[in-house]
């Protein structure tokens, strides 16, 4: 059900998950990260700078001749200090070609005893970080870095090298100087064009991205490798790394969310120890959206993973679950962008429904709290997303919102903008809830029978209004005599609203006259006294 929002999103439910909890994965270990292997692509600019990663001491020194004085990294004071170990050295004049930044020999050529020691040495020459604003400098270097890298990807995938412990440090020193960095600002930050629609924005490309890929694959590998000890990689994935990872879920790219929302995906489904800060860090990024910014990248993403958790989740819910759900979940129906992430939003609401019907009640509710007032097109979304939360909702659990619900639908077929009312009415053509509305048609028929009538007698548009006579006559068949009760209450509502009217028109003549004969007489004593 999952692969919708993992990867491909082609089907709208994720598989059963098991009996521990946890999350749906069906991919093999093997498996290439989002978007297919090592592609190049990009075109955004990266605050990024040259520099050059020093090797361990293993007993496999990396060569150093014409060594530059250094500087402290750039992006020092962004880092952690936990992560002080893991940042390169940066030659004070930039220049790479003075550190001996050539090409490393290929694992073919050199014997198995001494690839360990190449495997250090190729990971220390990747540690360095290029400017990618100007495609013309180190041309070279950035091509030798992307074949290491590749090389690094493939030596790995074939089974010829496997994740040992003794490189760990190195492999998290390579993987952390790459990908943790500040992301640069959006390009309408700060810029006053609060007016540019997120959903027709074109995506924004990180130009480093071919060095970032492969990065990212070479971390999905080491996360996903049946080689990799849960208990010795918790030292290296702890809480700070998971942290800096959700971090980058505010990129513009929307290829390094997807690897993002995979990775992240695969350490809360192998790491179980993280697995509630996981949750909690999440929460905290949606309460900050919700309630301080209304601006990230990555909420949809977010809620994908999410959507795969709460399928594993155990029965009975957790209270903790329940509070997420009402705390965090519902109100991101709130800001105005929710439209971008509607989708997977939706799913993890009904994923919570079909666990537990009795949370219908609370979920309705907390979407008549957000029901939008003058946005029409996050109506229609609210409409649609309540046709599937009815679909889940058993009929005492229906009785308990039913009358607030239905007094917001029937505001939604009066609205004069035809794809909400459209929208309102296609509810009826879903066999679930037009036996839960059967059920109850004493309740709701009086509800929303003015709205009916009006719109069968005067709504402009065509569609609008056949939708409004089958569902008029569908009401009349359940039940005739109900229908004809209502239509007596309506008539006798329409002729004490004409009646009222008429009695304010004629007060308003009289008032009108009055004024006249005044203003009369005003003029005839004016003239009298000229």
Known sequence: ????????????????????????????????????????????????????????????????????????????????????????????????????????????????????????????????????????????????????????????????????????????????????????????????????????????????????????????????????????????????????????????????????????????????????????????????????????????????????????????LKEEHKLFLVRALIPLHKPKCVALYHQQLSYCIIQFVEKDSKLADSVIRGLLKYWPLTNSQKEVLFLGEVEEILEATQPAEFQRCMIPLFRQICRCLNSSHFQVAERALFLWNNDHIVNLVAQNRHTILPLIFSAIETNANSHWNQAVHGLTLNVRRMFLEMDQGLFQECQEKFQEVVGKAKGAEEKRELTWQRLEAVAASKHSTAENISSAVV
């Open 1 to 316: 059900m999952f692969n919708k929002f993992i990867g491909k999103r082609s089907s709208r439910k994720p598989p059963k998950a098991g009996n521990d909890a946890a999350v749906s994965t069906n991919s093999s270990s093997n498996v290439p990260g989002p978007g297919g292997m090592f592609n190049s692509a990009g075109s955004r600019n990266s605050g990024a700078v040259s520099g050059s990663g020093s090797a361990r001491g293993t007993g496999n020194n990396v060569p150093r001749s014409n060594v530059l004085p250094f500087v402290q990294h750039p992006q020092a004071s962004w880092i952690p200090a936990a992560m002080d170990k893991f940042l390169p050295m940066v030659p004070a004049n930039g220049a790479t070609s003075n550190l001996g930044f050539e090409t490393l020999p290929s694992f073919r050529d050199v014997p198995s005893s001494e690839r360990l020691g190449l495997f250090i040495k190729k990971l220390s020459l990747c540690c360095v970080v290029f400017d990618f604003s100007d495609p013309t400098k180190n041309v070279k270097e950035k091509d030798i870095k992307r074949q290491t890298l590749l090389e690094l990807d493939e030596y790995v995938s074939s089974g010829t090298g496997k994740f040992v412990e003794s490189v760990m440090e190195d492999c998290f020193k390579m993987i952390s100087i790459n990908l943790f960095r500040s992301l640069p600002p959006s390009p309408h930050e700060n810029t006053g064009t609060d007016s540019v629609d997120p959903e027709e924005e074109e995506p924004t490309m990180d130009p480093a991205w071919m060095h970032l890929q492969l990065v990212y694959e070479f971390l999905l590998r080491y996360v996903v490798s049946p080689d990799t000890d849960a208990k010795v990689a918790k030292r290296y994935i702890d809480h700070s790394f998971v942290l800096r990872l959700l971090n980058l879920f505010d990129s513009e790219d929307p290829r390094e969310r997807d690897y993002l929302k995979t990775i992240l995906h695969r350490i809360y489904g192998k790491f179980m120890v993280h697995r509630p800060f996981i949750r909690k860090a999440i929460n905290n990024i949606f309460y900050r959206f919700i309630f301080e910014t209304e601006k990230h990248n990555g909420i949809g993403e977010l809620l994908e993973i999410l959507g795969s958790i709460i399928n594993g989740f155990a029965l009975p």
